[in-house]
Structure formats: C-alpha cells, structure tokens
C-alpha cells in the first residue's frame, strides 16, 4: 500500500513571494489533515478535510493560507505572500473515516524555508 | 482546550538499556487517545504505540510500552533494550474520542523529547 505522497520535498523563497505544496493522501483515505511543525515545535493542526469539505480551519492563516481538497482526493496548500515566519515543515496526514480511532498517516512533508 | 506537555527537551540512552519518556497532558474530557510518534530526521511521523483512555490495561508493543496513569494524567514512553534506529525526536499526542459527525479528530501535539542512543 502506497504511503502519503508530499511535494516538493525542499522549498526556498523569499518573503512575499507564494509557493505551493501538494499531498496525495493514502487510496481510500477520506480525511486529510494539514499540519505546520515550527522547529522546536510539534506539529500545529492547519485544515482538516473530509472528503472535499472542510472539517476545521480554524487555525489556518487565512490572509495569506489557502488550501483546497478538489475530487475529495489530492489536496494543495497555499502561501500568498510567505513571511519569515511561515518557514517550517507542513506535514500532511490522511485517515480513514472508520475504524476506531481513525489512525492518521504522516507523508514525509515540506521543509520550506523564507528568506 | 487540550494542552501536552512534554518537559524533557532531550534524553540520553545507552545502547541496550532502558528510557523512559515523559508526558502530561490536560483534558476535561473523559474518552480520548493517546499517541507515541517518532519522528526521525527523515521527518516522517511514525505512530509508535497508542492508548485508548477507557482501556486500563497499559499498551505494549515489542521493546514500547506505555504508563498511563489518567487520573494523574500522565503517559509516560518506555523503550527496553534500545537501539541505535530508537534516535529520533518523540512526540506525545492526544486526539479526542468524540464521534459527533463533522468534528475535527486533530492530534494535539506536545513539543518532543530528543532521543540519543549511544554505545
């Protein structure tokens, strides 16, 4: 069974500029969740689809985070403008909608930097 | 709002011998999980064991097992007979149990303990 896909694995860019990031969840995996891991941190819970809608946002930048779950499968996270202190791993984790206790799948995530 | 606590930034261990990783966690709730992931610096977060907070029994899994101690709150990690493949950052999580349709089911994570095995 294929594991959560991420893209890029490295990003550099300067502050104000955008990037993207891609996660491809588990086949069959419903939910997915995005995560920002500051360094020194633990993972800090962004947006969590199920299926295409979103289930929570509510930590999510949303003046400059934008993220979209389009077919309910492949999902994309935004940053328009980057600012010095987007720089982080963005984790992305998939589940399935049933069997207790919904057990999340990590992808290998997105070093990005901003300079 | 759920909080974990994790105190230790970094712990040593020698090759073969026993550690003990430590968590405190704050809840109001009274059914939820708890998580051991290892993250090694390929960044990669891998579920090591898991607690289900109605079960009294603690979990074992191989060389893991846990202390969970709810009234005190705690979950503590212990790895007998370390390996060099055990270095890695640990994170303890937490992940509520309700099952209202639609409600996030978000790992709230604490912030790691640094593992170093020597030989």
């Known amino acids: 069974e294929a594991g959560v896909a991420q893209s890029p694995r490295y990003k550099i860019i300067e502050k104000r500029q955008s990037v993207a990031f891609w996660c491809n969840p588990i086949s069959g995996h419903a939910t997915l969740y995005w995560y920002q891991q500051i360094l020194g941190q633990g993972p800090k819970l962004l947006i969590q689809f199920q299926n295409n809608g979103v289930v929570d946002d509510s930590q999510l930048p949303k003046d400059r985070f934008s993220a979209e779950r389009l077919k309910g499968v492949d999902s994309t996270l935004k940053i328009q403008p980057a600012k010095l202190e987007d720089s982080a791993v963005y984790l992305c984790?998939?589940?399935?909608?049933?069997?207790?206790?919904?057990?999340?799948?990590f992808g290998p995530g997105t070093r990005l930097t901003v300079t | 709002a759920q909080t974990v606590t994790q105190s230790q930034p970094e712990m040593s261990v020698q090759e073969a011998e026993t550690v003990t990783l430590s968590c405190t966690y704050d809840t109001s709730e009274s059914d939820y999980y708890l998580f051991w992931y290892k993250q090694p610096p390929s960044r990669q977060m891998i579920l090591v064991i898991r607690q289900e907070a109605y079960k009294q029994q603690n979990a074992t899994e191989n060389r893991f097992s846990v202390n969970f101690q709810k009234a005190a709150k705690s979950f503590s990690l212990k790895i007998s007979d370390s390996q060099l493949g055990d270095a890695a950052m640990y994170f303890c999580a937490y992940r509520s149990a309700r099952k209202v349709p639609g409600t996030a089911s978000k790992l709230t994570f604490g912030t790691g303990t640094r593992l170093q095995v020597t030989l």
């Open positions: 984790a998939s589940s399935l909608d049933r069997g207790v206790p919904y057990e999340q799948y």
